[in-house]
């Protein structure tokens, strides 16, 4: 296997810059699972919400553009479907379809997609379209997860988006100010190699 350091081109995304083959994709698939569910067990309950604050989001869509839209995608399905199977590492170590969050995992697969398809184009190597990307990705995961909120515990529109949207903004702020900083510098480095 050959050590010589990829060109940076446009139209990559940082996955592409280890050389490519069948098992750099395969780990890097199942690592960005790996992560989202490491990230989902940093898990702090909201009061009044069936939903806690989690680190979930920020892997899915850190996984997303870091791996680009097709590996973003089986990533997170990957990450639903095991957890789907049991394998607890869903928020608070939970697992199964049947939570009411289920719907933001929904959301996340659908994010990771769109986020990595932007960053493809560029959306993750400067600090303003990292910004735009992140709260996109961020509004997918909400406009999944909150209606399927409503529809598990059978709340009202707006007790949902009370419980399950306003709570986490702030939260998904300092996220998207992390990603802001994370991925247009690791662009930076590669840059400067």
Do not use: C, H, N
């Amino acid at each position: 296997m050959s050590t010589a350091a990829v060109p940076v081109r446009a139209g990559q995304v940082l996955a592409d810059l280890i050389p490519a083959s069948r098992v750099r994709d395969i780990a890097l698939v199942t690592g960005g699972a790996a992560l989202t569910g490491l990230a989902a067990q940093i898990a702090v309950p909201v009061p009044g919400s069936p939903v806690p604050v989690t680190g979930q989001t920020f892997a899915a869509l850190l996984v997303g553009t870091a791996l680009g839209a097709g590996r973003g995608f089986l990533s997170l399905a990957l990450y639903a479907l095991v957890g789907m199977a049991g394998v607890p590492w869903f928020a608070e170590g939970g697992s199964g379809a049947a939570a009411p969050s289920f719907g933001y995992i929904l959301g996340m697969i659908l994010a990771s997609t769109v986020v990595g398809a932007l960053a493809r184009r560029g959306a993750d190597r400067s600090v303003p379209r990292t910004a735009g990307t992140m709260l996109l990705g961020s509004a997918i995961i909400y406009a999944v997860g909150v209606p399927y909120l409503a529809l598990a515990t059978g709340m009202t529109a707006s007790a949902a988006i009370a419980a399950g949207l306003t709570p986490f903004l702030v939260g998904d702020a300092l996220k998207a100010a992390l990603a802001m900083g994370v991925l247009p510098t690791a662009w930076k480095f590669v840059d400067r190699r």
